[in-house]
């Protein structure tokens, strides 16, 4: 049974993060314009909120931009990680391959964007990708750690009979 809900995880997390890659790619496929359409509404909310909580501070859409190339990045890395954990079941193992992964999504995101209207490759944003998927992936990879540590401890010891 065991067995079974490990499989099913895996198919899951699989198509999760395929779709995650895929609504990336979309995001980086749209032009300038449309991608503008949509972060100004942002933009302007965010401010908003500073504005309303008397914070002497607004956000530009360029910040908006960045934190969403992060943040998109995050949950790629938290998406990667975890299936990849699933499927090696190491930690190490798991951890090098989401940051090899997440480095190639990155590159070739940028990548797509040369082809996309008024939009360009830039290195800066690769790297801010890459930092997204490292930073989520450590985390996730911290969580696992402690969940593993946690489930030795609770396991009786065989020699102490």
Known sequence: MKE??????????????VAAVAAIFFNSSQSAIESTERSSPLTDWVNGILSGLSI???????????????????ILGTMLSVTYYLYLLKIRT??????????????????????????????????????????????????IRLIERKRCNKQPDATSK
């Open 56 to 74: 002497p501070f607004s956000v530009t859409e360029k910040f908006i931009r960045k934190l969403a190339h992060f943040t998109e990045y995050a």
């Open 4 to 17: 079974k809900k490990l499989i099913i995880a895996r198919v899951i997390l699989t198509v999760l993060t």
């Open 94 to 143: 798991a951890l090098i391959s989401t940051l090899i992964t997440g480095a190639a999504i990155a590159v070739i995101d940028e990548i797509v964007q040369l082809f996309s209207e008024g939009r360009s490759c830039q290195i800066s944003d690769m790297l801010l990708d890459f930092s997204g998927v490292a930073f989520a992936s450590v985390i996730v990879m911290l969580i």
